[in-house]
Structures are given as structure tokens and as C-alpha cells.
């Protein structure tokens, strides 16, 4: 055997190994590994590509596998075919391309555009929640707000996914719609979706967002300027934070108890107040409707405007949710964000905004120069999957499976962890905990993370430059109940290791947090 091929028999199944995993077919990872191969320059212009035969041996896939991921870069043009040769790397492609890089490798530095010197704003400086990527292939994935495949209704969207690519809803949803959503998924919205929450709404007091995400982005572009005032709960949501920091710099932290936010002097200073009612977030608790009440009879006396995120308002544990805000609103001083990513499947990033129509108009033409729609194909898949009853009976699923998880996570952590102090709710997907004040969670998160567990710490869902560091958020949405008790025993594990003395757990009515 040559030195090339014995090289060859080495480097690909290396190289492959990088291209391995997730939703694509093989034939797709062969290509992406043959096309990166090409021009990363591992193969020359000009040098020959290794047999079918061999590459097939090489990375223990069939011959036909190969062939077909082959002919694609060969209709590309990326390769080309020589009679009675071979395979080889196109010159005239890959040259230009391995050129081009060779000349911006050359460049000198003091020709090069300073970025930083341009930005307006430095958006990757704020403080984000963080994901690990690879938190599926960890054994104890207490992560909040992720996909779980053991509970997602696979053959239901499947079948509401075909029926979206069937002829007459192809012609539906393929045409651009400029700045239209789908009937469809309006349709639904307002004949199921918030008559459930206790809101009536005129179909142009809807718009279809990429997620509540979005919503908040065009919400704070649309109605912040640079002397604007805005409260958020402290603790609060870290992605509408930051929004409004883009904006303003007057973001009001807003104190919160074991009864969401509280009606303190500071919220006559403001023209806007973003609050979590259903399950705040991140401590899940849930605003009672006396406290709504009031939180509306300030909103009219003061002047200012609430944005409410119904977060997770379906996973209630209780049988009972307490109405919307929006539900109470006779003054049209709330602002509603729904959303059908947090429950089916965050990946879908479907929200949707209710306004009074006026203002509608005005979000719907700013998301038309921001992505002019969301796509129609997912909007219509969602359509039928709520007309369908898909979505009711999924919601009553999860709130099962959440119920059981919930309770298995909190009996697992006064077992092995009485040093963490979950706050008493009654739904969403996620336990917000307190440990003693000494407690490091961010060094406490970092070392569970070794061993596979991975939780949140809280300090990210602060506002201000010295955040507690003594909270965490302890998500059920993703791990197996079977899986709960282990985890719960290495997070004691550890936690005994941060703190020879543990303080003692203790519970105050209307505690504070922070």
C-alpha cells in the first residue's frame, strides 16, 4: 500500500469523526466532510480524491453512500471527473478560493477595518444565560427550557407537517406574504389560544413573532428611546433585560417575593413595566389576581404601560390558573406576549404579540424590515397542530410529566441537599433555589458539570454589576424522572463540599429575593 493511501486511511476517518451526529443522513456528512476537505486545502488542486472503494473502507460506510455524496460536489463543480483517472479537486474552483484566503492572511494589520472602533453597540458584553452545548449527552440535564424527545408529540407534528406541504396548503404558505401572517395560525390565536387566557381580541390586534424573544426585541425598538424609564423584575428575565439596555439606561430593578412583583414606590417612576404574572421568571412563583389587581390600578394612576410575558402559563400544576392580565385590562394598558415555543418545542421560535391595533400596525412594518415574516410553513404546521386538539392534549401530557418531575426533584433535594431552599410554586419547568449566602453557584455549577450534571446559576437573572451568587435555577424539563435522585445526590455531593456548614433552610412568608 502507498504512503498516500495509508495517509488517506488515517486522516478520514479522523476528519469524519468531526462531521458525525445530528438530524443529517450520512450521505449529508460525507459531503460537508468532503466539501470542508476541499476547501480547508487538505486536498490540493488538482490531486486526485481516494476511491469510493477505499473511502467507503476507511470510514466503514457502504460504496453506495459514498458515490451518491460524490456525484453531489461533482454537480457542484467542486470536483471534476477525468476518463479512466478519477476524481480530482476542481483547480479553477478550489484555486480561487485557497487564493482568496491566502491573500487575506497576507494583508497587514493596519489595513484592516477596526471593528470595535465602529460598533454602536456591543451586544456580546452583556450578560446572557449559557447553554452548554452538549447538555443531551450529559446523564443529569436539570437545564432549563430544552427539548425532550420522550415527551414531544413526534407522530402529531409530523402529521400537521405533512399536511403543509400538501398542494393547495403549499400554495398557501410558499408565496412571499410580505408583512401578512398565516390565517390559519391567527385564526387559531384568536378563536382558542387566548379565550383560554381569559382575552377577547380583534384578528388585528395579533402578529405572529419568532418567539416571545422577538416580540420584546420589536417592543423595545418601537417604544424606547434613550431617557425612557423601564422596570423589569429583579430577578428578572435576562433576554428582555438586555433589549431594553440596548435602548435605554434606565432599566428600574424591581424587587420580587414569593408573590411576584412588588407594588413598590419605585414603579410610578416608569413609562413601561415588564412582568412574568403566570410563573415569573426564573422564580416560578405566581402573581395572585388581588395583586394583579392592584398592579393594573397603579399602571392607571401612574401612567405607565405593562408588558406582560405570560411565561408558561399553561404548565399549572393546580388545576386552576389564575386569569391573564391582559384578561383584567379595561384601559388597554397591557401589552400581551404569548408563546408556542416554551411548551412544544422551543427550536419552533412561534410567539405572537396582542396590542391595540395601532400599534400592531406599527411592529408589523418594523418586522418587515427585520425579516418581513415568520416562516409560513412552521405557522400552518402550528395551525393544524392546535385545530387539531394536538396542542390541549399535549399541555395536559406535560403537565403530568412536570408534576411528577417536580415533586421527585424536590423530595430528592431535602434529601440529599437540605441546604438549598426551592421557593414553593405550583407549575412551570424549572425549581428556583437559594443556598446559604457564602455559596458560590457559578464555581458550585462549573464543578457539577464534570460529572455531568448541569443546572444554572442565578446571577445572570440580576440586575446591576454585583448580582447574588447564591440562587440557582434547577430545570425538570429535560431529565427523566428515573434519572432525578442520582443527580440530586452528586448536586448534595457537592454542595456539602462548598460549605463544611451548610446554613440552615428557613422559610419567610412574602420573601424577598436577592
Known amino acids: 500500500m502507498s504512503r498516500r493511501a495509508r495517509t488517506s486511511e488515517l486522516m478520514w476517518p479522523r476528519l469524519f469523526r468531526r462531521f458525525e451526529g445530528g438530524a443529517r443522513t450520512l450521505q449529508v456528512q460525507l459531503r460537508d466532510m468532503l466539501m470542508h476537505a476541499v476547501m480547508e486545502g487538505f486536498i490540493s488542486p488538482g490531486q486526485p480524491l481516494p476511491s ?220 413601561y413595566v415588564f412582568v412574568t404574572p403566570s410563573h415569573q421568571c426564573p422564580t416560578t412563583v405566581t402573581m395572585p389576581l388581588q395583586r394583579r389587581l392592584e398592579l393594573l390600578a397603579r399602571a392607571a394612576r401612574d401612567d405607565f404601560v405593562v408588558i406582560e410575558d405570560d411565561h408558561e402559563s399553561e404548565l399549572n400544576f393546580s388545576g386552576q390558573p389564575t386569569p391573564a392580565l391582559k384578561s383584567l385590562d379595561t384601559q388597554a394598558r397591557v401589552i400581551y406576549i404569548g408563546s408556542l415555543s416554551k411548551t412544544l418545542a422551543h427550536g419552533l421560535r412561534l410567539g405572537y404579540v396582542v396590542a391595540p391595533a395601532e400599534l400592531i400596525r406599527e411592529l408589523r412594518a418594523l418586522r418587515r424590515l427585520v425579516m418581513r415574516h415568520v416562516a409560513t410553513n412552521n405557522q400552518q404546521a402550528a395551525a393544524s397542530f392546535i385545530g387539531h386538539g394536538h396542542q390541549e392534549a399535549f399541555v395536559r401530557r406535560l403537565n403530568i410529566a412536570y408534576r411528577d418531575r417536580a415533586q421527585a426533584l424536590r423530595a430528592a433535594l431535602a434529601r440529599h441537599a437540605p441546604g438549598l431552599v426551592p421557593v414553593p410554586a405550583h407549575g412551570g419547568s424549572a425549581l428556583w433555589v437559594s443556598a446559604a449566602k457564602g455559596i458560590d453557584t457559578r464555581a458550585l455549577a462549573a464543578r457539577l458539570y464534570r460529572q455531568g450534571v448541569v443546572v444554572e446559576p442565578g446571577d445572570v437573572f440580576f440586575h446591576g454589576t454585583r448580582p447574588p451568587r447564591h440562587h440557582l435555577r434547577i430545570g425538570y424539563s429535560s431529565i427523566a424522572v428515573d434519572r432525578i435522585e442520582a443527580g440530586a445526590r452528586i448536586i448534595g455531593l457537592e454542595l456539602r463540599a462548598a460549605a463544611r456548614a451548610p446554613a440552615p433552610a428557613t422559610t419567610m412568608a412574602h420573601a424577598q429575593f436577592g
Not at 460504496?63 to 455524496?69: D, F, I, P, S
Not at 479553477?92 to 494583508?107: C, H, M, N, P, V
Not at 493596519?110 to 471593528?115: E, F, L, M, N, P
Not at 423584575?233 to 439596555?245: S, V
Request: glycine fraction near 6%; proline fraction near 6%.
Open 52 to 271: 469510493s472503494r477505499l473511502l467507503a473502507q476507511a470510514l466503514g460506510i457502504s460504496r453506495t453512500t459514498v458515490t451518491l455524496a460524490m456525484q453531489a460536489l461533482l454537480d457542484k463543480g467542486v470536483i471534476v471527473a477525468r476518463p479512466r483517472s478519477g476524481l480530482f479537486v476542481g483547480e479553477q474552483l478550489a484555486a480561487t478560493y485557497l487564493g482568496a484566503r491566502l491573500r487575506a492572511d497576507a494583508e497587514p494589520a493596519a489595513d484592516r477595518v477596526r471593528w470595535p472602533d465602529r460598533l454602536k453597540l456591543r451586544p456580546s458584553a452583556q450578560r446572557n444565560i449559557e447553554k452548554p452545548s452538549d447538555w443531551q449527552q450529559q446523564p443529569y440535564p436539570f437545564i432549563y427550557g430544552q427539548y425532550d424527545a420522550s415527551l414531544f408529540p413526534a407522530a402529531d407534528w409530523r402529521e400537521c407537517a405533512l399536511e403543509s406541504l400538501q398542494g393547495r396548503a403549499l400554495r398557501r404558505w410558499a408565496p412571499d406574504h410580505i408583512d401578512r401572517d398565516d390565517d390559519a395560525l391567527i385564526d387559531q390565536i384568536h378563536r382558542r389560544l387566548l379565550p383560554a387566557r381569559g382575552i377577547w381580541a380583534e384578528r388585528d390586534e395579533i402578529l405572529v413573532t419568532a418567539g416571545a424573544q422577538q416580540a420584546t426585541y420589536l417592543l423595545s425598538t418601537l417604544l424606547l428611546g434613550p431617557a425612557t424609564v423601564v422596570g423589569i423584575e429583579n430577578p428578572g428575565f435576562p433576554d428582555a433585560r438586555n433589549n431594553f439596555l440596548l435602548r435605554t439606561r434606565h432599566v428600574r430593578a424591581l424587587r420580587v417575593d414569593d408573590q411576584g412583583l412588588v407594588m413598590g414606590a419605585n414603579l410610578s417612576e416608569c413609562r
